[in-house]
Structures are given as C-alpha cells and as structure tokens.
C-alpha cells in the first residue's frame, strides 16, 4: 500500500460514516495520489451535485433531474450564444413503460453539450464567448445526462433484479489539474477492467465529451455502427486527475451473461475496425485502490453496505497521510449553483 485514505460520510442529521481506502502499489495510482493530495492542499472544491450516481432511492430522482435539465437548457437558449436547443425533457419522454431509457434523446442531449463547449484543446467558440454562469449549464447538460443515465438504470434493476442495482460514487472537484498517461498506466486498462469490484476505486475517466467504447456497445447494440451516432466523437483516454470513482455495485465478472457479453463486445470492436487487444484505446477502469469493506462497514455483505451508504450520502471530510480537507456544502443548498459559478471564476 501507498496509503490509506479516511472519508468520512455524513448524513442529514449530522452522523458520521467513515469508510477507509488501501491505495495500491502501482504506476497510476502514484500519480493519482499525488494528484488527489493536490487537490486536498489547494481546498479545490469537491462537486456534491454529481457524486451519488445509480442509487435508486435519491432524492435526486427523474423529475428532479429533468427539471434541472431544462433549466440549464432555457439558461444556454437564453444567453444569445447563437446556438438554441428546442427540446425539453420529462421522465414520460425519456424513460419508457419497461423504465428503460430512451437512449436517441439522451444522445441528443449530449450533442448539445459537445456542440457548445466543444474537445479539450479545441473548445466550442459558443464556450469561449460564454460568460461564467452559462458555462456553468452548459456542463450540466453532461454530467446531468449521465446522472439519468446511470439512476433510471438502477430504478429498472430494483424492480427486476435488485442485487444488480449500479450505485456508484464519483469524486470530482473543480478545475482539477490533469497528468498525462503513459504506456505503464496503459497496461491497467483492458477489456477485464470493465468488470469492477464492490468497493473498488477507480481513476476518473475523462467526461469532457463523447462516450465510451463499452457505453456504445451498451447503449446502441451489438449492430451498431460508430459512424452512425449522434454523438459525435469517442475518443480514447490520455490524461487523469485526481479524481476518482467508486464501484459499490456487485462485480458481474463471473457471470455467464457478463462473460457473454464481453465476447460480442469484442466482436463489435472488431466490426468497427478496433482492435480488442489494444490498451491504448482506454477501455474499462484502471484500479487505484480498494475500500476495506470490514474495517468501514464491519462486513463485506453488500445489502447491508448499501444501507449503510445510503443513510450517509454526503462527503464531508477526505485525509490522507499528508492532506485534508473538509466540505461543509451541500448539493441541496439554495445557492449552491452559486457557490460552484463563483469557484469557477
């Protein structure tokens, strides 16, 4: 081990969850720490309102996220960037009677986002002429379009197979400093890394734009064709952060249909002229570190873990051996748009 960080879970009336993760010994994960330590020491601040993804009890429900789509969708059409999106979003027009997703006006809406802010290194010039609160919306567009991906997922699975519900946590913070990748950090990516362990923590993907090789597959279907989508570009991984992700949902790697599943996934690579094999491509999640289920829940039980989380779902303090930070805020703050806008200045 590297490390062992302490964060600390708080829930609405104060109580305090602490969950302790073991930082593993490898290429990637040096750097991270590295990075994440930064971002404690410089107080960045940490982004509560696209934390929780896939926990199908959230107060952050469908209604909730549309309406906040909308918003930022009137916030774009109305700051006279010459770009106007005629579209409005509802839980009756993207998710279906099966509480499956409508993954066309989900990939619409990340369309509009590529269209306006644009690739890193070659933003939008609707982004660079915007002023700071229609940026602001112009990223939620993205983060809120995975958020409803990800929740209306784990409402179908609580109906259909609750042991399968996704629930996850992304730690985010603003304005993040990246680090390149190189070909060590490669060989932690790979087809089998799509497959994540219950209380694995993960390097943070790069969610600037587009979609993953696997959220294609996923997503559109084993026929599916690349040059066909509505989104429009899918590129591969170079740069991290500090940031990282935690899988709190049950690994499916043994599973006859998961192993099902990654053998068309590579057959659909190959259709659409990748190869499985290289790593370079960035497919699945390089592995950082592991949360010690015992030692923070006093069991490896994931029903009772779940339960656990979910009465403590706000992240108020993170230490390490040579850091720490505590986070006051909640995403439920009446201001709370506010305070992010005014760090982002």
Not at 62 to 85: D, F, K, M, W
Not at 194 to 222: C, M, P, Q
Not at 269 to 283: G, H, M, Q, R, Y
Request: hydrophobic fraction near 35%; charge should be negative; proline fraction near 3%.
């Amino acid at each position: 081990m590297l490390d062992t960080i302490q964060m600390d879970l708080r829930s609405t009336d104060d109580r305090v969850l602490s969950v302790y993760i073991d930082v593993e010994h490898n290429s990637l994960s040096r750097k991270w720490l590295a990075a994440l330590n930064q971002l404690i020491l410089q107080q960045n601040h940490l982004e509560k309102n696209y934390c929780w993804l896939g926990w199908a009890k959230s107060k952050r429900n469908p209604e909730y996220i549309c309406t906040q789509i909308n918003r930022s969708i009137h916030a774009v059409n109305a700051a006279g960037l010459g770009y106007s999106i005629r579209d409005f979003f509802t839980p009756a027009n993207t998710i279906d009677s099966d509480l499956g997703i409508d993954h066309d006006h989900l990939n619409q809406l990340h369309r509009y986002f590529e269209d306006l802010q644009g690739v890193s290194g070659a933003m939008s010039p609707y982004y660079t002429t915007a002023d700071d609160t229609t940026r602001w919306h112009i990223r939620q567009l993205n983060l809120l379009c995975h958020e409803l991906e990800s929740l209306v997922l784990s409402i179908r699975k609580l109906k259909t197979a609750p042991e399968w519900q996704r629930p996850s946590q992304l730690m985010c913070w603003l304005q993040a400093p990246r680090f390149e990748l190189d070909s060590k950090d490669y060989e932690l990516f790979g087809i089998e890394t799509i497959n994540r362990s219950l209380g694995g923590v993960y390097v943070g993907v790069n969610k600037a734009v587009g979609k993953h090789h696997w959220e294609v597959f996923t997503d559109e279907g084993r026929d599916s064709r690349v040059n066909e989508l509505v989104t429009s570009t899918l590129r591969s991984q170079t740069q991290a952060a500090g940031d990282f992700d935690i899988e709190w949902a049950n690994d499916p790697g043994a599973y006859p249909w998961q192993i099902a599943s990654l053998k068309e996934f590579r057959t659909w690579l190959v259709a659409n002229n990748f190869d499985p094999e290289d790593k370079s491509l960035t497919i699945g999640h390089p592995k950082v570190a592991q949360v010690d289920l015992v030692r923070s829940f006093g069991t490896t039980n994931y029903r009772e873990i779940w339960a656990q989380l979910s009465q403590h779902q706000d992240v108020y303090r993170i230490s390490t051996s040579m850091a720490q930070s505590t986070y006051e805020y909640r995403w439920s703050d009446p201001d709370y748009d506010l305070q992010q806008i005014r760090k982002l200045k």
